[in-house]
Every structure is written in C-alpha cells, then in structure tokens.
C-alpha cells in the first residue's frame, strides 16, 4: 500500500475539513453532538499556529486524516485522529500514526473518549508495534471529555 502523509496547508484544507465532518459524525452518539441546521457538526479541534492537520493518501486518495497538538517544544498531543472505514483493518491507521510520531520526536500523549474502546484497543497495538520503551496509561476525568484513558510515552 503505497501511504504518504501532507501537512495541512490551504490547498488540502477543504480535504481536511470534509474528512473531519465524516469523524465527527462517527462519534456524534458518544459525545452527544448532533449538526447544525446544515449538517454540519462543529469541529472540537481547530487547526492553528500550535495544532497541525494532516491527510494520509493511498493511492492519491485521501484516506485519513490526523490533528497534533505541539503544547510545548518537545509535547504533542494527538487530538484527532480519523481513518475512513473503507481503510481500515489494513494497518494503514498505524503505519500512518508511525509517520507522525516520527515527524515529531518528544513527549506524547493521545486520548480516548469513553466508550470508544476500540480507539483504546487500536493505540495500545499501535504503540506496542512502535516499540517505545514504555508506554503508561491512565484514567482521568477531563474537563472537556470527562471520563478518558489515555497513553504516554516519549520517542526521544
């Protein structure tokens, strides 16, 4: 499978945003998030000067889509992370995960809303077959979110 990965700038953008609209409707039932009066859900991650987006292609079809949040020099945070149901069950989530973590080196953490178990079951593998060193994983209740699981680790 042929994979590359392009940063969001505005020529994507309109890519970006529509695969986003496909994610948020994936989770509308879990977070309780119904569209507006256009069908359009409000995204929950803006991309700005600290959160970048990302487009993964196979075959020149946008098949995924990802936001990192970079909360200091060397701490990212994946916010959003999205792979359309036709590529899935291919490894193509994570060699695209991979991808990002290589393009950032330093403390990571990524969440996962209660009651999407499956994103928990898929970063724990994707973690393991990263090879970190060590991985932790935790419970918390956020502010946003409430009750999330969540992983870190560092690829220094």
């Known amino acids: 499978m042929n994979l590359t990965v392009k940063q969001v700038f505005s ?8 695969l986003a609209q496909a994610y948020e409707a994936e989770f509308s039932k879990i977070v309780g998030k119904a569209p507006d ?7 929950d991650t803006q991309l700005n000067e600290s959160t970048f987006g990302f487009v993964c292609y196979v075959e020149n079809v946008p098949a995924g889509i990802a936001a990192i949040s ?4 060397y701490e990212f945070e994946v916010c959003e992370f999205y792979i359309v149901p036709y590529f899935r069950k ?3 989530g994570m060699q695209f995960s991979h991808k990002l973590f290589d393009l950032f080196k330093g403390q990571w953490q990524i969440k996962q809303i209660a009651g999407a178990d499956y994103a928990t079951q898929f970063w724990q593998e994707t973690l393991r077959c990263y090879q970190v060193e060590q991985f932790s994983e935790d419970y918390f209740t956020d502010p ?8 870190k680790f560092s690829n220094l």
């Open 11 to 18: 020529d994507i953008k309109h890519i970006y945003l529509n």
């Open 37 to 43: 009066e256009n069908g359009i859900f409000p995204l």
């Open 70 to 73: 970079q909360n200091s020099e």
């Open 90 to 92: 291919q490894k193509l």
């Open 144 to 151: 946003y979110w409430g009750k999330v699981t969540r992983q």
